[in-house]
């Protein structure tokens, strides 16, 4: 593995072999829980994501019972209202007391009413806990303090909240990116290497973005 730190510079990361998803959920651990929450894209976050969205107690999220779209706790009206409800600012943390339908497999239906909900960000946030640097570090036999350094060189380089022009277009400039290889995508542990390279992705703003 290969982690940047300087411009035009790499430094070699000896993880052992096939231990790649330990090493990139301790990369989320990072992101999630020892950076300021301010660091991340969270305009992307709360406009571009489903992290708002309201997790009922099944797993699936809450929805408004009259359109069946998915809930988010507005924080201006300090109430529950569908996702694409204009002039919302959404919540990505906390406990709210919520009703609505939640929709399950074959359409399964659990009609809610007074529950408590999250959004589905706080829940990645409990999530990823228990997968701190310290328990990567055992697994992939690599120092703890590289396996820090690199989510923090990774943030560092997404350049979060600066902007580029192409083509006359201002977009967000993001030049970063996590590149998985063959070995690592095929087989045991590839789809936990997709999903966190993915969710590293979103939580910085670089899905559809500029990496120029």
């Not at 797993?59 to 069946?68: I, S, V």
């Not at 009206?77 to 906390?94: M, S």
């Not at 396996?147 to 997404?158: I, S, W």
Request: net charge negative; charged share 25%; glycine share 8%.
């Amino acid at each position: 593995m290969c982690s940047s730190d300087l411009p035009n510079k790499r430094r070699w990361v000896p993880i052992r072999p096939k231990t790649d998803p330990a090493f990139m959920f301790a990369l989320l651990n990072v992101l999630l829980h020892e950076v300021a929450r301010d660091r991340l894209d969270l305009p992307f976050l709360k406009d571009r994501s489903s992290s708002p969205y309201l997790v009922a107690p099944n797993g699936f999220y809450l929805r408004d019972t009259e359109t069946q779209k998915p809930l988010i706790w507005d924080l201006k009206r300090d109430a529950a209202v569908p996702f694409d409800t204009q002039g919302t600012d959404p919540a990505l943390e906390g406990e709210f007391s919520v009703s609505g339908v939640e929709i399950g497999p074959d359409d399964k239906e659990w009609h809610h009413k007074g529950i408590t909900c999250q959004p589905a960000f706080a829940q990645l946030v409990a999530h990823v806990a228990p997968y701190t640097p310290e328990w990567a570090a055992g697994i992939c036999d690599v120092l703890v303090t590289l396996v820090r350094q690199t989510a923090l060189d990774y943030l560092d380089h997404a350049h979060v909240g600066e902007t580029i022009t192409v083509d006359g277009r201002e977009m967000p400039f993001r030049p970063v990116a996590i590149s998985l290889g063959k070995t690592v995508s095929n087989g045991w542990g590839g789809y936990e290497c997709a999903w966190a390279r993915t969710l590293m992705a979103v939580l910085i703003g670089e899905i559809g973005r500029a990496h120029v």
